[in-house]
């Protein structure tokens, strides 16, 4: 039984955009609620990702059969195997995203309290790279990749950052803890999205140029 | 250029078993370390897992390279492709070992503090789901696997109450901040590792089957 390798591979590229889009969409609608404290934007958040799971083992699905049907060689099978694991990728940073809006909920029915500005930067900045990365892939953009890659640094410093607060804050005042420790969590989630971003880098690079970059500073 | 696919294929059997192996005992070195707080033992996970990283890199471009001089079909692509997967997976269980060492060593700096009991059932169930899970991949034992994922959920009862033991122990004694900080993080990483182990288990799931079993209880 053959298939139309070209076809396939245009519809994985669409579909694989199209579940970047709404994962991306669901992060940013979590970092604005985490911003604005806004209960109802987290609701959404919380509930409905359904439809990502579905797209999720869709992608999965069609990326075997295509594996099943044809033998694809050289940038067509990177290519496969890039989307392989950019869609497990996605899939985390749509749960990362969900586990947010739970803390928000759990926040806002606390004591308030005041979200500390690396936290900020470090929800604008993973954002960010998300939305880079997206764009990279839609644009086999290997060059960027590189540096969104380099991001993650400065996010790995500014978890520290939410560290050193978290160790200050609760010494100040103990009714706070739940939440202080809500944001603490909020900031491992956000360092773990700017992880898979940067591992959505890592398989663009390597989906253009098939060179490996994973554990490595190239 | 041909290759003996099937030379190549025990090849990478040998080499994701003896990288299972080294991990599982890095992951025991840190969970003894832990149940210990011994700073030796925890020392040697916090440095040397650039073996691990070299083993992870290798599997990857084994895999790459008989995906690309070879046509496999069916089973034999199955098997590549799990490879592929639990390869990831345990270099990043290797990754969360090397985190929970720092975490250990951070805490025989500070005040002493008695680990509470659900981080040890935590700490013994996720090292138990990994070595079980390696030896299913050894045995292509889909059903134990099935049993393994199941194990996940306790993992995450588990979690939810060393939240409560943070809540309470924060207040009651804020000089132990730190500390307790530790050992939330360890949790986290823990409840992570147990995460990946269930992955893998999918992983011989579909490797054995051909069945996606991702986001259902099958």
Redesign the interface.
Known sequence: MAIDLPAELTGLRRDILTMGAAVEKRLNNVLTALRTQDVELAQTVRHGDRAI?EM??DI??KC?HI??LS?P??GD?RFI?AV??IN?DLERIGDLAKGISKRILDMCENAAIQIPAPLLEMSERSGRMTAEVLNALADDDAKACRRIRQDDDRIDDLQKEV?AW??EE??RD?NH??SV?DI?SIS?SLERIADQASNIAEDVIFLVEGT?V??SRA
Do not use: Y
């Open positions: 799971d999720e083992l999965e699905m075997l594996l099943a033998q060689v050289a099978l195997l392989l694991r497990n560290f978290v160790h609760i010494p103990v803890t739940e420790i603490l491992r490996v994973r554990h």
